[in-house]
Every structure is written in C-alpha cells, then in structure tokens.
C-alpha cells in the first residue's frame, strides 16, 4: 500500500516584522476568512432594518434627486450636457465606494478588538475584506444608475466611451488601495487617540466638495482652483470614470500618474504603520 503524502502547513507567529512584510502567501491562505469577514461586513450593515440592502438604491437615489434639485436646479451649477440624475447617481456610487474603503478600514482596529486580542489570523484580511464588501455595494448601486444609463441611452443624451470602460476596474483597484492605505493610518492612530475617528466622517465629506463630483472639473477653468483640485489624487480617477461611463471628463495623464503613485505611498506608508501598531494595540486600545 502506498503511502500517503500529507501536504503540511505552518504558521509561524513571531514579533519579529519587517517593515514591508505583507506575507500574502499566509493572507491567500486565510482566503475563507477574507469570504467569511466581507459576508459579516454586509450583513451587520443591514442586519435588523426595515428595508434591508434596499438602502443600497434608495439612500444614492434620494441624494441625488436632493443634488438635481439643489445644485442642477437652484445653483444651476453645468453637468456638461449629462442628464443631471445620471450625472449625481454616478458621481455618488464612486465616491460612496471610496469613502466607504476609507471609513471601514478606519475603524480595523477599534471594531475588531475582541476577534484580535483572542485569536490569530493575518490582520490584513481585515481591511482586504472591507474593500470586497465596498466592491459589492459599488456593483449594486451601478444597477440602479445602469437604469437610468441605458434610458439616456436610448434617448441619446448620454454617449459613453464603451472602450474606456475597461479601466472600470482598475480604477476601483486605485481607489481601494489608497481607501484602504488612509483607513489603516487613521486606524492605528485611533488606537490611542479615539476622538480622531469622530472627524473621519465629517472629513471624508469635506474631501467629497473638493473632489469633482457635484460638479465636472470644467467649471474651474485653468486657474488655481483647477491646479488645486487636480492635486487631489482622487479627482483623475473619478474623472476617468465619468469619461468612460458618461461620455464626459478629461483624462488628464499627469494627474493619473500622481494618483498612482500616491496611492502606492500612502498604501506603503498604510501597511508599515499598521504592521508596528498590530503587535502593542491590544495595550492601548
């Protein structure tokens, strides 16, 4: 009779961490638990509701209708000939993907002291698993806005450039990893001072005003405000992705290039200060 040939794993558990130690190998291993953490993270969100994952359409529904009556019709502020609803439901469902990637991660350490103080598992599984949770709730609300689309579609009004949609999805992967590196920073800075996950919110709204959402970078024109707003990394994302979907925006290289390579800092910056804080937070937390 043969004998059998078990496969064995290992995992070392040490305090000894380089700066740069992502150990993917061990998180691919931990893949269920990435499965099991983003399922957790949806559910919790709707858990004991009236209207359940139905705030997923509703709540950028009724933002965008405030937004098409504020600033589309009081403010009378340019979409750049989009129809105004398509223009703000769009606009909304990237950056709510974005903030959301910045607000879960923000709260890694706070929210899942218990589950860390008790057992072991790579900690990045955690903020991986916020970004899946926040693709997933991308994908949904994109159905709502794919109503309206292909209305505007069939009218005419809309005129996408189906070719630029293939950087869809490398736009969410920019967006999630710089989501995720600002997450993680607040986060291990929350661990010892807490007040500072009170201004996460209120910033991230404030970060929104100063991104192109409610209004198309056009409306600045070449001036200061122009060069400020494009020092925003999120802005050439954002305005590649109403390129591609709505037909209008500037792919503007430059800002593109900057955004890259400040998502990879801050992602770099993210993963060091996290992988020092993981080992003594459960002290201050």
Known sequence: MANEVKEKYYTYITSERKWFDLNLKEVWQYRDLIILFTKRSFQVTYKQTILGPAWLFLNPFITSVIYTFVFGGIAGMSTDGVPQILFYMSGNAIWAYFSSCVTKNAATFTSNATVFGKVYFPRLTTPISNILSSIINFLIQMCLVAIFFVYYLLKGE????????????????????????FGIIISSMTTKYRDLSILVSFGVQLWMYATPIIYPISTMGSGWMRIILMANPVSAPIELFKYALLGQGEILIGSLIWSVIFTVAVALIGIIIFNRVEKTFMDTV
């Open 158 to 181: 809309v005129t996408p450039n189906w070719l630029m949609m293939l950087t869809i999805p490398l736009i969410l992967i920019v967006l999630g990893i710089m989501g995720m590196g």
